[in-house]
């Protein structure tokens, strides 16, 4: 006979060290090993998260999960005492806020802290794009906050009805919860993510060390005075102040989270999400990026000049960043270049063309002799097709000549994440068929710049998903603060009598 053993006797207990090189299952039959340095660093109240999908080992020192903790329990006692606050008070704290960064002596020490970080980034060798807050993203963040202030109270709006002989079911939004929130150096981030209160929820900011003082000082000198004028509950909006990278591994694990947000490069991003789903809280993910653009056999030339010259004007997810042209069209394919080369002069900068493919290259030199106006990246196969270009100044995409339409659709389908896909034709038999046989959330037959939640919808965006792992279930590809809900459903009985 074999003996049963209960859970929680002798086969279980508190891991309070680890030894380099002991084995960590993960996956069912997979293991990892703990590093000297892990093993060093790990003491007894630690906590370790195996990535269960790519075996990762996460340390998260106590002290960071008593930070984390902190935050998220201050959010959750916010979150039930903002469903006694009224509507207007939320819209007065986004004018507020949005006040203070208008104001030009909290503006200064807002950017005396953003200097600090800028110049200790750019001494590190990180990139500044986003980092730095210039009068544009002041604009834009007040502007943020301004839609935020004019959207209606959506935390408990009625969907639908459902009507009985005798009695009701009426179909309401309701706030979720706690947001968690991880970005990377994007001081913007705060206008767009605070617009969770918008639908009576929470947030907790965890922002990139490279930024940290730019946030600290967001917080102290325009955010939590805007809380404090419009008597909001100061858990509202919570910033885990570690510049621990752990930091983020412990409030996307916390189990009082209702959903978990990431914004930053793919790597980092799908990390995090890996560790909230399988801590059981729901993920939106916003980190691979880079549109695709297919040029169809009737493509005006002009015009796709234009198109593409303004889908690099910078480098953001929404930035072309694979070209196919068909193969006989050599005015279109030069019509690309002179587009992306415009875009490059904007810049004062060189443009950089990645050619993929068997023939892009041989037609290139071909067309060019020896005389290129860009720096010529030659790739034997498509497996580069899949590589997003991270880069500043230099505009840089993958190009790539194609038989066909369906050709150029069936290494979109196999290569991109599944993101931003442009068709540009005068067909629209073309366009329609590429939209019929492409997986991406955001199509178009012009620029790739378009998406963005503020600049196409009018509302501040927490981010952009792709399909890259499927489609997204019960929502957009653009994830804004009132898009934030789960549903309740309310039965009113007239007829005490009424029984199944």
């Not at 269960?52 to 039930?80: K, M, W, Y």
């Not at 409030?251 to 947000?261: D, G, N, T």
């Not at 019929?436 to 998406?451: C, D, H, L, Q």
């Amino acid at each position: 006979m074999t003996r049963m053993v209960e859970p929680n006797q002798q086969n279980q207990g508190v891991l309070d060290s680890l030894v380099e090189g002991q084995r960590i299952p993960f996956g069912g039959n997979r293991w990892s090993a703990v590093s000297a340095q892990l093993a060093q660093d790990f003491h007894s109240g630690d906590s370790l998260v195996v990535v269960q999908d790519r075996g990762d080992l996460l340390h998260i020192p106590a002290s960071v999960a008593e930070i984390a903790n902190t935050a998220v329990t201050n959010a959750q006692l916010a979150f039930a005492q903002l469903a006694a606050i009224e509507g207007n008070q939320i819209s007065k704290f986004f004018d507020s806020f949005a006040t203070n960064l208008e104001n030009e002596e909290i503006f200064h020490q807002i950017k005396i802290a953003n200097d600090i970080d800028v110049e200790s980034a750019i001494q590190r060798g990180r990139s500044t794009t986003r980092l730095h807050i210039n009068e544009k993203m002041r604009l834009d963040m007040v502007a943020a906050l301004h839609m935020w202030r004019d959207l209606p109270d959506t935390s408990s709006a009625g969907v639908e009805t459902v009507t009985h002989d005798s009695w009701t079911v009426e179909v309401h939004k309701a706030p979720l919860g706690v947001v968690g929130f991880v970005f990377e150096g994007r001081p913007n981030v705060f206008a767009d993510a605070t617009g969770v209160l918008r639908s009576g929820n929470t947030v907790v900011f965890r922002i990139g060390s490279d930024a940290l003082n730019t946030a600290r000082a967001i917080m102290e000198f325009a955010l939590v005075p805007a809380l404090h004028e419009n008597d909001l509950p100061l858990g509202c909006v919570q910033l885990v102040d570690s510049p621990e990278r752990s930091a983020g591994y412990a409030l996307f694990s916390h189990a009082a989270l209702s959903l978990a947000v990431a914004r930053g490069s793919g790597e980092a991003v799908a990390q995090l999400g890996a560790v909230a789903r399988q801590s059981g809280i729901p993920v939106s993910l916003h980190g691979t990026g880079g549109a695709w653009s297919l040029v169809g056999q009737t493509a005006d030339a002009q015009d796709l000049a234009h198109v593409i010259s303004h889908s690099l004007e910078r480098k953001v997810c929404n930035t072309l960043n694979v070209c196919c042209v068909p193969l006989d069209r050599h005015d279109l394919l030069l019509s690309v270049l002179n587009g992306a080369v415009l875009a490059a002069k904007a810049r004062q900068a060189k443009l950089i063309v990645h050619a993929a493919g068997p023939f892009s290259s041989q037609v290139l030199r071909e067309m060019y002799s020896s005389t290129f106006l860009f720096d010529l990246v030659e790739h034997e196969d498509d497996d580069v097709l899949a590589t997003e270009w991270e880069w500043d100044n230099h505009p840089e995409f993958t190009l790539r000549l194609v038989s066909d339409l369906d050709e150029a659709i069936e290494l979109f389908n196999t290569y991109s994440p599944h993101f931003v896909l442009s068709v540009i034709s005068t067909n629209q038999a073309e366009v329609d068929h590429a939209y019929k046989s492409t997986e991406s959330p955001f199509f178009g037959n012009g620029f790739t710049r378009w998406v963005d939640g503020q600049y196409a919808l009018k509302r501040p965006e927490l981010g952009l998903s792709n399909w890259q792992n499927g489609r997204l279930f019960a929502r957009g590809g653009i994830l804004s603060g009132d898009g934030v809900f789960t549903t309740r459903y309310v039965m009113t009985q007239s007829d005490p009598q009424q029984h199944r």
